[in-house]
């Protein structure tokens, strides 16, 4: 049980184009997911919050209309970035909380996004 | 803000035993991952302390000083499979704060 996945996992895209990541809990239903993005051999960097229903909470110096962060359904948060630039290529990565008070999360695969 | 420090690289060879550290600074503590992480995979859970002292998992033990702000992740009887990174995290107020990894490489 608590498998994420992410959709597509490699994109390749041209700058100033808009580009959009998916996030599934394939069986769990998650109030809230989390949004990271991981640079070559360093750690997982907290974007932000996905709260079903609600705005995402962005963590400080993540631009939130460069990262749009939408959570429609209790078991689907997208990311997408818009007007791409080379500087946004990175590895980005989801992860869902299985509930309210729970602390562990479970994580996607990951998305590699290069922009050219 | 969150501060969390664990060393860059490790080293060892095959069945001996390693301990990776980790020191943290946060507000909000409520409890202390530990996560595997093989290149261009996501990280997978190995272990959670939210009280004091050791937790062990099979090959792999945990330890938790809260007074410390001081955790360390054992591995024991160490495979060649076991070369990964491994991310130390602080949970805070909900969220995960990630330490940089520590690349541990298994030698025969």
């Known amino acids: 049980g608590a498998v994420v996945s992410q959709h597509p996992s490699r994109v390749i895209c041209k700058s100033g184009t808009s580009v959009k990541i998916e996030c599934r809990s394939l069986?769990?239903?998650?109030?809230?997911m989390f949004w990271y993005r991981q640079f070559p051999k360093k750690s997982l960097m907290l974007m932000a919050t996905?709260?079903?229903?609600?705005?995402?909470?962005?963590e400080q110096g993540v631009e939130k209309d460069k990262f749009l962060i939408n959570h429609a359904s209790l078991t689907l948060s997208t990311l997408t970035v818009t007007s791409a630039h080379p500087e946004d290529s990175s590895f980005y990565i989801c992860?869902?909380?299985?509930?309210?008070?729970?602390?562990?999360?479970?994580f996607g695969p990951g998305t590699r996004l290069t922009v050219l | 803000g969150q501060n969390i420090d664990q060393p860059t690289e490790m080293t060892a060879t095959e069945g001996a035993i390693v301990q990776i550290n980790c020191t943290y600074q946060?507000?909000?503590?409520?409890?202390l991952f530990w996560y595997q992480q093989h290149a261009g995979e996501a990280p997978t859970f190995l272990s959670y302390?939210?009280?004091?002292g050791l937790e062990e998992k099979g090959r792999f033990s945990s330890f938790l000083s809260r007074s410390k702000g001081y955790s360390y992740l054992l591995l024991k009887e160490l495979q060649m499979k076991d070369s990964a990174s491994y991310l130390c995290?602080?949970?805070?107020?909900?969220?995960?704060?990630f330490g940089r990894g520590t690349q541990l490489t298994v030698w025969p």
């Open positions: 069986d769990f239903q998650a109030t809230t």
């Open positions: 996905s709260n079903e229903g609600s705005k995402a909470t962005y």
């Open positions: 946060t507000s909000g503590f409520n409890g």
């Open positions: 995290a602080a949970g805070s107020l909900g969220r995960l704060y």
């Open positions: 302390n939210v009280l004091d």
């Open positions: 992860s869902a909380r299985v509930g309210a008070g729970v602390n562990e999360q479970f």
